[in-house]
């Protein structure tokens, strides 16, 4: 009789998320949805249950032809498209391809930079194991990586932070995130490339536990998808959602 081996340890369950999903701009063609942090944008399967706001968002409307032309990060909040039929989705797949959808973000980083604004031309790749990187999806400023170019400007700076707008030119994987630490301003809240090399291995065993929490000043990364602009149907649609009450909260309070 052959032993079956034994069952992974179970990891502590993800912090619920603390909104819900709400449509903040609706046209025939799609939806503009701000996504709260700590939800995906669709499911997917994992040892254990997050929501998403795809199918949350196709229960509350009745509309199963809903779909997502990008996504966010499951810790990343703000402005997410849905496409409502195949012929919105087919438009949107253009528009993301010849890179005439503006997508600006907010960052809530450790350090001031002595700039207000800066362009970061550098190529991302995998940084690749070994050395200090114990992370296999960590990405890098790498000579033979894919070009990738980030605008930045400087909001406010405050108390050893700086709130950032930053404005992608390309979609590479966690192309803000890397761009900053790159820069040396890494993002509160973030696992991979925050100032804790320990935070994401503590978190894929544990889960996010209140010590990890206290350790990042933040249960998830301080990145927020502040404002969404394309052209439709002859005009410009631009759709902006204030800062998450989170990340507000956590700017206010430094002095």
Known sequence: ?????????????LLPPTGRPRVVAEHPDFYVIHKPALWLTHPVRARVDVPDILTFMRRETGEP????????????????????????????FTLFKTHLVGKTYLALVHGTPDWDRHTLDAPLGDLGLGGVNRIAIRQAVVPDGRPAVTDFRVVERRAGHALIEAYP???????????????????????IYGRDPQAFLDFMERGQTPELTARLGLARQALHAARIAFPWDGGQVAVSVPLAPDLQAYWDALT
């Open 1 to 13: 009789m052959t032993t079956p081996p034994p069952s992974p340890t179970p990891r502590a369950p």
């Open 169 to 191: 030119r390309s979609g590479r994987l966690h192309q803000i995130r890397a761009h900053l630490a790159h820069l040396g301003l890494p993002m509160v809240g973030d696992k």
């Open 65 to 92: 032809d809903l779909a997502p032309p990008h996504r966010l990060d499951r810790e990343t909040s703000g402005t997410q498209l849905l496409t409502r039929d195949a012929d919105a989705a087919r438009r949107f």
